[in-house]
């Protein structure tokens, strides 16, 4: 069905988690991009969820590639989306890691 989540999405998106914990925040960065914009393109109701994981982990690559503007952008869509779905993990996560930002602002 073409409404069903493409499996290397979710792939890339693991990945990108993958290459940021081995320190390869260049990596990282391109298979979270991959997710990110492959799951922009799916309807919008199948993954709400999965894009705020995607746009957290794109997130987390500009933070570790010191693209800490990029890095808010993608934290607070994250953010939203996890605010309407009341996931209280996901809020939570989206708030320490935008604390990390600005305190690498300072």
Known sequence: SS????????????????QLA?????????DATRAYKRL????KKQNKLTLANAAHD??????????YQLA?????????????RQDRRGIAASFNNL????SNLN
């Not at 081995?22 to 391109?30: A, I, T, Y």
């Not at 922009?40 to 309807?43: E, L, N, R, T």
């Not at 794109?58 to 693209?67: C, F, I, T, V």
Request: charged share 20%.
């Open 22 to 30: 081995m320190g390869n925040p260049n990596r990282s960065f391109k």
């Open 3 to 18: 409404a069903a989540l493409h499996p290397s999405s979710l792939s890339y998106s693991h990945l990108a988690q993958i």
């Open 58 to 67: 794109l997130g987390n690559a500009h933070l570790s590639r010191g693209e």
């Open 99 to 102: 604390g990390t930002v600005f």
């Open 72 to 84: 808010i952008e993608r934290y607070q869509e994250a953010l939203g989306i996890y605010q309407k």
């Open 40 to 43: 922009k393109k799916q309807p």
